[in-house]
C-alpha cells in the first residue's frame, strides 16, 4: 500500500509518504506559511521514495476540524493533486490522528482529544483502540466550550485515571481537566495532528473501500457560522 497524506489544519504542516509500513515524512511547525512548504514537502517526500505519483494507492488529508484557512488549504492541495494524478482520496479526521498518536505512545484504550479551537473553544472527541489497533470514533466530533466536554456514558464506569487525554485544549484551558473529572490523565497537551497518523489511518479505509473521488474530498469544520457567511436581515 502506497498512500500520500498531507496536513495544514494547525500549526503543523506535514506531508507523509507510506510505502508498506514505512513512513517518509516531512513536518514543520508555525503559525503560518503552510501555503508556501506543503507542496514542497511533497515533491521532497516523493523524492525521497524516488516513486512517481503514478504509483500511489490513494491521497490522503487532515479533513478538519482545525482552523479553516488551514483545513481549506490541505482539501484545495488534495483536490488538485488528485485531479492531476488520477488517485482517489482518504479525508481522515484530525481529531482521530491526535488520538492515534496517543494510542501509538500509550497503552490506553481510550481517548480524549481536545484541540484547542480559539474562541474560549475546544474540538473535542472520545475514541477507542479498535481490534485493528486505530482510533475508532465514539458518539461524535464536536467544538463548543470547555464545560461541553463530556465522557460517553459507555465510559461511566471507567476506573480512575483511565482515559488518556491529549491536545492543546488542555493547555490552552486548565479548567478542562476539572470540567471531565478524575477518569482523564493528561498525556500530552502538545500534540498535534500529523501526515504520519492520518496516512496510517487511510490505509484502512483504502482497503475497505472507503474512498472518495477529488470532487467529495469535502472539509469538515464543525463550527459552521466561520464556514458560512452570516444572514442579513
Not at 506531508?15 to 511533497?42: C, N, T
Not at 504509483?55 to 490541505?74: E, H, K, Q, S, Y
Request: hydrophobic share 50%.
Amino acid at each position: 500500500m502506497k498512500i500520500l497524506a498531507i496536513d495544514t489544519a494547525t500549526e503543523s504542516c506535514s506531508a507523509a509518504l507510506y510505502v508498506d509500513g514505512q513512513v517518509i515524512v516531512r513536518e514543520l511547525e508555525f503559525d503560518r506559511g503552510h501555503a508556501e512548504h506543503i507542496l514542497p514537502m511533497v515533491d521532497e517526500v516523493l523524492g525521497a521514495a524516488s516513486m512517481s505519483p503514478d504509483a500511489l494507492d490513494a491521497l490522503a488529508f487532515g479533513r478538519g476540524p482545525g482552523g479553516f484557512t488551514g483545513v481549506r488549504m490541505a482539501a484545495s492541495v488534495v483536490q488538485g493533486l488528485a485531479f492531476a494524478w488520477g488517485r482517489v482520496v482518504v479525508p481522515v479526521s484530525d481529531l482521530a490522528a491526535v488520538a492515534q498518536r496517543a494510542l501509538d505512545r500509550d497503552a490506553a484504550g481510550r481517548v480524549l482529544v481536545c484541540n484547542d479551537a480559539r474562541m474560549q473553544e475546544v474540538y473535542w472527541g472520545c475514541f477507542e483502540r479498535g481490534p485493528n489497533g486505530l482510533a475508532a470514533l465514539v458518539g461524535l466530533e464536536h467544538v463548543g466550550p470547555v464545560s461541553a466536554v463530556t465522557l460517553p456514558t459507555a465510559w461511566a464506569g471507567a476506573p480512575l485515571a483511565s482515559v488518556v487525554g491529549v491536545g492543546r485544549g488542555f493547555s490552552a484551558y486548565p479548567d478542562l481537566l476539572v470540567a471531565v473529572g478524575p477518569r482523564v490523565r493528561v498525556l500530552d497537551d502538545r500534540l498535534l495532528p500529523r501526515a504520519t497518523e492520518i496516512a496510517k489511518l487511510a490505509v484502512a479505509e483504502v482497503q475497505a473501500g472507503r474512498v472518495v473521488t477529488a470532487e467529495e474530498a469535502i472539509p469538515v469544520y464543525l463550527r459552521d457560522d466561520v464556514a458560512r457567511p452570516q444572514s442579513r436581515n
